[in-house]
């Protein structure tokens, strides 16, 4: 997935001026976007080095004896994207700035969901919050990438001009490290002194939606891929998306892609939530949510009780499912390995 990116994943969407909020029971406004349904991807344009309008000055050395006028540390997670994805990994940035005006950070990060991809000349952006989809890529780091290539640390020191220092001090900043699942970012941090953090993870899963998962029966090509995880303060991530779609989805209890918990004895069962969604074209949709469980909720999902759902015109009770279990399939690396196999790699980019 060199040039776009597969599911879900910033897609993506638009990126806030700080970390994202919440969603719950709310589907957000549909926005046409131009991609090709075989890529399933959201590509975003980003400026680079001497491309974008605002210039950075040359990177310094790291001084340990500059003084430093402002430091914290931020987490890095795909919580923290608009919308959030689902991704396993995670990473902290160290950030300070000294008193000639030089940005220092320094991270690492860990355990993505798929490898790291260069974008735009590289796979660790910092960014600027704009009016755009994705803010405008400022700077891009050298990563010294771990053996696996899920993972890996860096740091720079930049100089900031009087523009880029307001814009820094006023919060506007923030990092974003991308894979090729997740080619418009998989994590993020913002860089803000009151920056949240988020909790470890309880559980994850990642799977594939299909007709064949329907307790009745289908006739659709449509497939898919989503991944959950769940945190330890009981916070639900969610992000997926499927093509070849038969029809439009249509919204059937107030939604049209739905987490659904299951009767005791039944293989289908109540409507918990409603996803966020959105079309990529005619006949793939992109969805993802965000809540927070109850400890039952939770214990529920953990005993592979919750299943997603999405329904269309033509398969009112639902054209693809997704049950959340550990069985079979249902890890991160086979569905990613899975999606790459089944690729003509000179001449398709990957899903999402």
């Known amino acids: 997935m060199d040039s776009s990116w597969r599911a879900s994943v910033d897609h993506r969407l638009p990126q806030g001026a700080g970390p ?22 959201w590509i975003s344009i980003s400026l680079i080095g001497a491309a974008a ?4 000055g040359c990177g310094t050395e790291l001084d340990p004896t500059d003084d430093v006028t402002l430091s914290y540390s931020s987490a890095l997670a795909g919580d923290f994207m608009e919308p959030s994805v689902a991704s396993t990994g995670r990473g902290k940035i ?5 008193d000639d005006d030089t940005l220092r950070i320094e991270g690492d990060f860990d355990n993505l969901v798929a490898d790291l991809r260069s974008f735009g000349g590289g796979a660790v952006h910092l960014r600027e919050d704009t009016d755009d989809e994705i803010g405008r890529s400022l700077f891009t780091f050298d990563v010294e990438v771990d053996d696996d290539d899920r993972g ?22 923030y990092l974003t490290v991308h894979s090729v699942a997740y080619p418009d970012g998989e994590l993020r941090a ?9 909790s470890g993870i309880d559980d994850s899963w990642g ?43 249509v919204e059937i209890n107030g939604g049209a892609v739905n987490l659904h918990d299951t009767d005791e004895d039944e293989n289908t069962g109540p409507l918990l939530f409603n996803l966020d969604y959105e079309m990529i074209d005619d006949n793939s949709v992109r969805f ?3 809540a927070t469980l109850s400890t039952e909720e939770s214990l529920r999902m953990k005993a592979d009780d919750f299943y997603v759902n999405v329904v269309t015109e033509n398969n009112r009770d639902g ?23 089944d690729r003509d790699p000179t001449t398709e980019n990957p899903p999402f």
């Open 94 to 98: 160290d950030v300070a700035l000294d």
């Open 152 to 173: 890996g640390n860096f740091s720079e020191a930049i100089d900031l001009n009087a523009d880029q220092l307001q814009a820094f001090r006023a919060g506007r900043y």
């Open 288 to 290: 993802w949510y965000t």
């Open 190 to 198: 913002q860089l803000n002194e009151s920056a949240p953090d988020v």
């Open 319 to 341: 054209e693809v499912r997704a049950d959340i279990t550990h069985e079979d399939r249902n890890f991160f690396e086979e569905i990613w390995d899975d999606v790459m196999d």
């Open 207 to 249: 799977m594939m939606l299909t007709p064949e998962a329907e307790p009745h029966n289908v006739d659709s090509d449509a497939e898919g891929w989503m991944w959950a995880i769940l945190r330890r303060d009981n916070t639900l991530v969610i992000s997926g998306v499927v093509d070849d779609l038969s029809s439009a989805p």
């Open 20 to 41: 994202p909020k919440r969603t719950e029971h709310r589907r957000r406004p549909y926005q046409p976007r131009s991609s090709t349904m075989r890529t399933m991807r």
């Open 53 to 56: 309008t605002l210039q950075w």
